[in-house]
């Protein structure tokens, strides 16, 4: 089953469907047709392939009022090794450039470095001539954005820069340009956005955030100033190292919950009796992405 992350990032693609000619040309560096609108198409590729097998964003670019297509890409996020990718790959470019009449690339995005080089290595076909060499957009590929302005325009692209960039030195400059966008977001949109980018941060990022409210810097939006404030009176509120220890227990608790997922009795009371604070940061951010509960406790590092 597709993890929290998986989803949130092809829901980035879906909502902003200029990202992925966006992606290639900035930050891939491949040419791209003019168009004059990019449309997320239907990704069932049952044509030639069991139900069970679809990519997880098409987007076709098209051009004039006749809407020609100009060029299609299938987007694909990969967060793990998956030898089957290798061989369904080549069938959804084949197949998308066959249904839409027009050039088609494949697009793969990952956050692991690791993973994007497996992802890179080219795939023969075994066809004389066919191999196909996929593009990969990988944490190194990602911009690192840290200007409001910027932030504003392409509010998806700071997402994944916090995604990619969320735990490096730039981490606090990523999170106060996304929180000078989110202002401009639908209520959905923030929601979900908001979440990745602040789970996806190092804790030495988010520390800072209030401190900069302390000191009276002036966050450019409602939501900014609200989160931040919200995070300067419970600590004050806390005061104790019990205090966090029991609200980073609570958060690790209702990520599960938010996500349906059922919470067996043992798991929720290891995670109430933590007293290693970077142990509950590790359980907060994998809350996010594990299919069961239990897989908490049994993922190595625990």
Known sequence: MPSVTHEALVELFKNRPTLAAEMLHDALGQPVPAFTEARVVSSDLTEVLPSDRRADVIVVLLVGELERPAMAIVV????????????????????????????????VVTIDAEIARWCSRPIDTGHPGLTLAPLVL?????????????????????????????????????????????????????????DLVL????????????????????????????????????GREEGRQAGLLE????????????????????????????????????WIRRAASVGDARELLTMTGS
């Not at 290798?86 to 494949?106: F, I, M």
């Not at 520390?207 to 002036?218: D, F, I, Q, V, W």
């Not at 227990?249 to 996500?259: C, F, G, K, N």
């Open 76 to 107: 694909e996020v990969q967060l793990g090794v998956d030898p089957d990718k290798r061989y369904v790959w080549p069938v959804y470019v084949v197949q998308t450039r066959a249904r839409n009449r027009c050039p088609t690339q494949l697009l």
């Open 138 to 194: 990988g944490p190194e590929g990602v911009p690192v954005v840290t200007d409001a302005e910027q932030a504003k325009a392409s509010p998806e692209v700071v997402v994944l820069s916090a995604m990619a960039h969320g735990q490096g030195e730039a981490a606090e400059a990523i999170g106060v340009a996304f929180l000078a966008a989110a202002a401009g977001l639908d209520e959905e949109r923030r929601a979900l956005y908001g």
């Open 199 to 234: 789970s996806s941060l190092n804790e030495a990022a988010r520390r800072t955030l209030e401190a900069m409210m302390k000191s009276g810097y002036e966050f450019q939006s409602e939501f900014a100033r609200s989160y931040v404030a919200k995070g300067v009176e419970k």
């Open 247 to 282: 609200a980073k227990a609570q958060a690790v608790l209702s990520v599960l919950e938010a996500r349906g997922l059922e919470i067996p009795a043992e798991v929720r009371e290891r995670v109430l009796e933590s007293t290693d604070v970077a142990e509950l940061d590790r």
